[in-house]
């Protein structure tokens, strides 16, 4: 199942924004309002690792691996690699993009996971794509009013 959107920043460098990227206050905005814990953040580098608890009638674990962390004057990537996965999915492939266009910053997440039931998964997929989704929201306003 795949989900991908892109956002704009104005009055933003992509310096600020890599920088707040690595940062767990940057992380533990985004999951705000939300049934997320962070248990564990280390980065976005390669092989760096992110732990959360999503509740969804109790809690479960997921973990991340970061991998193929390029950055350039003018854009960084990374992806997450499931590693423990909750709700019966067999896999999770986010991207994460940020690159300069005219004077925007430009955010893009590309989400691609698997259920192990093709079903269920229909089931699972807004619960799980939902977080990419307010970040619509939650980056602009991040990075215009509380950006380090």
Do not use: C
């Amino acid at each position: 199942m795949k989900y991908t959107q892109e956002v704009s920043i104005k009055k933003s460098t992509l310096n600020q924004i890599k920088k707040n990227f690595q940062e767990p206050t940057f992380i533990k905005f985004l999951i705000i309002g939300q049934p997320v814990k962070i248990l564990k953040w280390e980065g976005i580098k390669n092989n760096m690792e992110a732990q959360f608890k999503i509740w969804l009638f109790k809690w479960h674990k997921m973990s991340v691996y970061h991998s193929d962390f390029e950055s350039s004057n003018n854009s960084f990537e990374f992806k997450d690699h499931g590693k423990i996965l909750p709700f019966g999915l067999i896999s999770w492939l986010h991207i994460h993009r940020i690159y300069k266009k005219n004077e925007l910053i430009i955010i893009k997440d590309e989400l691609n996971f698997k259920h192990k039931n093709n079903f269920l998964g229909i089931f699972i997929y807004p619960i799980m794509v939902f977080p990419i989704v307010i970040r619509k929201i939650l980056y602009p306003v991040y990075f215009k009013f509380l950006k380090k």
